[in-house]
Structures are given as structure tokens and as C-alpha cells.
């Protein structure tokens, strides 16, 4: 122990270092306290927590898995006003979860994280942010699956004299009323934009590459009644926490492995466009020719009838040039624009930060993943020893709650911490090449027969090379049951040795 303080005087390191205050470095936070760990920061680029709940503030936002799934199971929340809460609730409860679980001491903003190198003599990870450098034994990577907004590389855009921003960086004080705006894409973002912003606008333009499958979105206030027996009877949230995770415990199973039943789905999709879309031609335009579910369904009532009214146009081609304030679609459509918004997603499966994570061999994460990403059970690669994701790849869900997923990698994480307790002295773990190849092998074998590959769609869920390496093919209570536990087989236990530096010993 001495000889570790030493190694450390004028230096800063601590046991664990969390990179992200979203959903997953701050359940990851009050994860480490629970299991007696208070040697450990949250590292944060912005200047407060919340991540996703935090960045995206445009007009509509809000989750589309019911707010009492989308939340902790350890700190329900009997408050939610909707059934589909909006961002101020949701990044309201995140500030909530950081005051309750005394998590601000650990908190660390304006904190961006620049490099992370892998130190195989001393095992530890060199960290290096825009407010200095610190050390730590092990690195909980939670800086989002939806962190990074992505705008396409579209010739001209720099010349447009125009407004230009993304959904998730909403530019709330450009007046958006009585303009010519163009939204560019029609994902989840978007869907939530467009019948907000349709009201205020002159006219909007809508480049959708690809028509969406809307269902209908059962959105509700919570009573006054309800609100006080969660209170008064806390397992009555729990109770419904429950069956709002039963159902699509269920339903997940037509994604994964009968996607041929969905077509009845289909059809109540179709329905509930037919009643908002009288103009066949439109109708045309907006009707997928994809499986449902092989792209994220999406939820909203008034989507549709927005698009039907007479200020929107729909154009069925992606943006492809910008020549000034002159919009050209792939199909030749001009528009005429004074702002545009993207709604064009995120990187997802190139995430930015691998590019500075740097392994055992000095390679980073994102050279190690060049072919497609692929981790231990979602959360280790080979070569980057004592260093977890939190929503790593094929951690991702079509149909449910991503909090389930971080939850069932926090147990992980929390099992790996004791491992290397168990363990004693110095050790690290390394996950063997052959257990990630074959983790992988079985997740894509898996994903052979979902909708997700078999759905006939191009979606954000694959990569540059058609591998879907974001989405889990199972039910989050799989995931659950092989989370549970590390298996120390699966890892290579490293030592430090006196002056060589680290070797295998297992
Ligand atoms: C608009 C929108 C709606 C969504 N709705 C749902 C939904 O209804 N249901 C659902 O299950 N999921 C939904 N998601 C997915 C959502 O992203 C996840 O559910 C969850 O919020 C992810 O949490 P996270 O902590 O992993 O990532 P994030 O919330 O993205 O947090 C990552 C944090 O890491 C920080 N960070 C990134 N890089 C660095 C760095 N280099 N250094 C320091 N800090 C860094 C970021 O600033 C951010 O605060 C939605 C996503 C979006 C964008």
C-alpha cells in the first residue's frame, strides 16, 4: 500500500473513473457507493449531468418507453406527470438521482476527456481532460450511444447564408416563426419536431430518405390519484414498472424471432396513417417498404396530421446539395430554406471516444473495432484491460427500456470491481480474444433471423460494413442472466511484476 501511495504523490488517481453523467455514469455512481466504493469520479464534459436529457431540448422532446420503465428500478419516481414524461421531467429527476445518492462530491464538469492510455507496468489508465490529468485503476466508459450528433457531409452546406443547427444542439434563441425551415430526416427526433414546430413555421420542408412506421402513442396525464397511491404505496410503482416490462418482454420476441408475425402490426400502423393522410399521393410517400421494427417504430399522435397540413411539404428524397438558400433532394426537388434543422442522429457505431482510448498494445479502441465493434458481454474488448462501456455493443434494445440494459451492466461492473478485490494487489483484467470472438459469434448467430437484419431496411442499428453491432437479439432478462456474474475465464488476470511491467498469470 505505501509503495502505491508513493507511486502516486503529486498525482492524482483514483480506484474508478466514470466518463459520462447521463443515465449511465450516474447510475454507474451510485452503483460504486452502494458497494462501498467512494474513491471514484464522474468525468463530464458539459457543465451539469443529464447527458441525452440534458442535450436534447428541442420542441416535443420526450421518451418514448413509458417514464416508469424509463428510470431507475432504484429510485422510482411516483412524480412522472405523463406516461410519456418530457426532457425537463426526465433531466429534472437525473439532477434529482445526483442530490439523493450524494453524487455531486464525485462529479467532475467541464471535464471532457481527451485520452485515456492503458499504463501496462503500472496497470492503471492515464487520463488525460480539459482539467488535467489523473490515473485510474478502472475505466467505466458511459459517454452514450446518442452523445455525438451527426450531421451528413452534404456539398454546399457551408455556403447556406441560413440557420443551420441539429436536434440535439436546439438553437432556442433562432425565432423560428413565420420561416422557411427544412428538417433533414425522420427519426425519432424529427417526429417529435415536426408537429411542433409546424404550427409556428412559414413552411417546412421534410427530406425523409426513408418513411418511418408510426404507431399510435397511448400519452397520458398521470391523475392526481395515481400520483398519491405510488406515493402512499410505493410497490404499486413497482407493480407497474412490472407490467410495463412484461409487455415487451413479450412482444421482443417477434423482433428476434418472428418477424413474419409482425405484419399485423403493420397493418395498425397503416391504419393510423390512413386516418390523419387523405391525399393518396402523400400516403404513398409515407408508407415504408420495411418490415415493421427492422428500423426503431416510432410513437406519436399528431406527426401525421402535421404532415397533411398545407404549409408542409414531404420531400421522399434525402437532402443531397445545398447551392445558398436553394436545397436540392436526391430526387431533384429544390425548396427554398432560411433555417435547416438536422434530425440526422448520432455516431453511433463509429462513437467518438474510442478514437482516444489507447489498449495493451497501443492501439486505440477505435483501430481495435475498425472491422465492427465487438465487446465481452457488452462490455470489455480484448486488449483494454479494467476497461467496461456502459451500453457497449449490442447493448441496445428496439422495443423497451435502455435503463434496463445499464442496469444489468452495472451489476457487471459491480461483480468485476469484487473480482479484482478478490484478486488482491495489483491485477487487472483482460478479456481473452477467444471468449469476446465467441460472445460475438453467438450474439450474431443470433441476429441472423431478426427483424433488425431480416426486416429488409438500412438503419442506424448497423455498421459501415452491414453488421448490426448495437442492438441486443434477446430480452433484457437474458442480457440480466449473463451480466450477473463475471466469469474470470473469459479474462487473462494480469499482475504487475517488479520492474518489467504487467504479465499474464492466468
Ligand atoms: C432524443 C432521444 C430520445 C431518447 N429516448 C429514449 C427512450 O425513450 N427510451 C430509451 O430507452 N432510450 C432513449 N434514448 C436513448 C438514450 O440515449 C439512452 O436511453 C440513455 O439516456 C443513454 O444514457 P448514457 O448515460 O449511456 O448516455 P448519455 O445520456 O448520452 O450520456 C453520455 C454523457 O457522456 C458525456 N461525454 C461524452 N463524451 C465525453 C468525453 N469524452 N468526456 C467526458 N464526458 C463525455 C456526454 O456529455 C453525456 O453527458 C433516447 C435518445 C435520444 C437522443
Known amino acids: 500500500m505505501a509503495e502505491r501511495e508513493h507511486e502516486h504523490v503529486g498525482h492524482e488517481h483514483v480506484r474508478v473513473a466514470v466518463v459520462g453523467s447521463g443515465f449511465g455514469g450516474l447510475g454507474a455512481a451510485v452503483r460504486l457507493r452502494r458497494e462501498g466504493i467512494t474513491d471514484f469520479v464522474v468525468l463530464e464534459r458539459a457543465g451539469s449531468v443529464g447527458g441525452t436529457w440534458r442535450d436534447n431540448s428541442y420542441p416535443g422532446c420526450a421518451c418514448d418507453v413509458p417514464s ?25 429527476y437525473l439532477e ?3 442530490d439523493v445518492f450524494r453524487l455531486r462530491p464525485h462529479l467532475r464538469f467541464d471535464s471532457e476527456v481527451t485520452r485515456m492510455t492503458w499504463n501496462g507496468e503500472l496497470l492503471r489508465w492515464d487520463i488525460e481532460t480539459t482539467s488535467g490529468n489523473l490515473s485510474a485503476d478502472v475505466v467505466v466508459s458511459a459517454t452514450g450511444p446518442l452523445s ?15 440557420k ?4 440535439a444542439r436546439w438553437d432556442h434563441g433562432y425565432d423560428l416563426r413565420g420561416k422557411r425551415v427544412a428538417m433533414v430526416g425522420t427519426g ?3 417526429i417529435q419536431i415536426v408537429p411542433n414546430i409546424q404550427p409556428r413555421v412559414g413552411r417546412l420542408t421534410l427530406f425523409q430518405r426513408t418513411p418511418p412506421w408510426v404507431m399510435p402513442r397511448v400519452d397520458r396525464a398521470i391523475s392526481g390519484a395515481e400520483r398519491a397511491l405510488h406515493r402512499a404505496l410505493p410497490f404499486t410503482t413497482r407493480l407497474r414498472r412490472g407490467v410495463l416490462w412484461g409487455i415487451r418482454e413479450l412482444q421482443v420476441q417477434a423482433f428476434t424471432k418472428h418477424p413474419h408475425e409482425l405484419g399485423f402490426v403493420e397493418q395498425l400502423a397503416k391504419r393510423n396513417m390512413a386516418r390523419a393522410i387523405k391525399d393518396p399521393a402523400l400516403r404513398a410517400k409515407l408508407t415504408p417498404d420495411y418490415r415493421i421494427g427492422c428500423k426503431r417504430i416510432l410513437l406519436s399522435n399528431d406527426y401525421y396530421p402535421a404532415l397533411a397540413r398545407p404549409n408542409v411539404d414531404v420531400v421522399a428524397a434525402g437532402l443531397a446539395e445545398v ?31 474510442a478514437e482516444r482510448v489507447v489498449g495493451a498494445d497501443g492501439r486505440t479502441l477505435a483501430e481495435t473495432w475498425k472491422d465492427g465493434m465487438e465487446a465481452l458481454r457488452g462490455s470489455a474488448a480484448a486488449g483494454f484491460p479494467n476497461f467496461m462501456t456502459v451500453i457497449g ?14 442496469e444489468s451492466q452495472l451489476n457487471y461492473m459491480a461483480d468485476y470491481l469484487r473480482q479484482l478485490d478478490v484478486l488482491g494487489g495489483r491485477a487487472a483484467l483482460d478479456a481473452r480474444p477467444a471468449a469476446v470472438r465467441a460472445w460475438n459469434h453467438r450474439v450474431q448467430q443470433r441476429m441472423r433471423r431478426t427483424v433488425w437484419n431480416t426486416g ?30 463475471v466469469d474470470l475465464g473469459e479474462y487473462d488476470v494480469l499482475r504487475a511484476s517488479d520492474r518489467k511491467g504487467a504479465e499474464a498469470v492466468a
Not at 443551420?164 to 436536434?167: D, G, L, P, T
Not at 445558398?324 to 434543422?341: C, P
Not at 442499428?461 to 450477473?484: C, I, K, M, Q
Open 456 to 485: 429488409g431496411c438500412t438503419s442506424w442499428y448497423l455498421d459501415a460494413h452491414g453488421r448490426n453491432t448495437t442492438v441486443w437479439p434477446g430480452t433484457t432478462s437474458e442480457f440480466r442472466r449473463a451480466t450477473r456474474h
Open 96 to 98: 434529482h438521482v445526483a
Open 323 to 353: 447551392r445558398g438558400s436553394t436545397l436540392v433532394a436526391a430526387d431533384g426537388t429544390e425548396a427554398e430554406a432560411d433555417a435547416i434543422v438536422f434530425g440526422t442522429g448520432f455516431h453511433v457505431t463509429d462513437m467518438p471516444i
Open 68 to 92: 416508469h420503465l424509463y428510470s431507475f428500478s432504484f429510485a422510482p419516481n411516483p412524480e412522472w406527470p405523463r406516461t410519456f414524461s418530457g426532457q425537463r421531467h426526465i433531466h429534472a
Open 164 to 167: 443551420v443547427f441539429h436536434s
Open 393 to 406: 455493443p449490442n447493448t441496445g434494445l428496439g422495443n423497451s427500456s435502455m435503463i434496463l440494459m445499464i
Open 148 to 162: 455525438d450528433p451527426k450531421i451528413p457531409d452534404i456539398p454546399g452546406l457551408d455556403s447556406f447564408p441560413g
Open 188 to 190: 425519432a427526433s424529427a
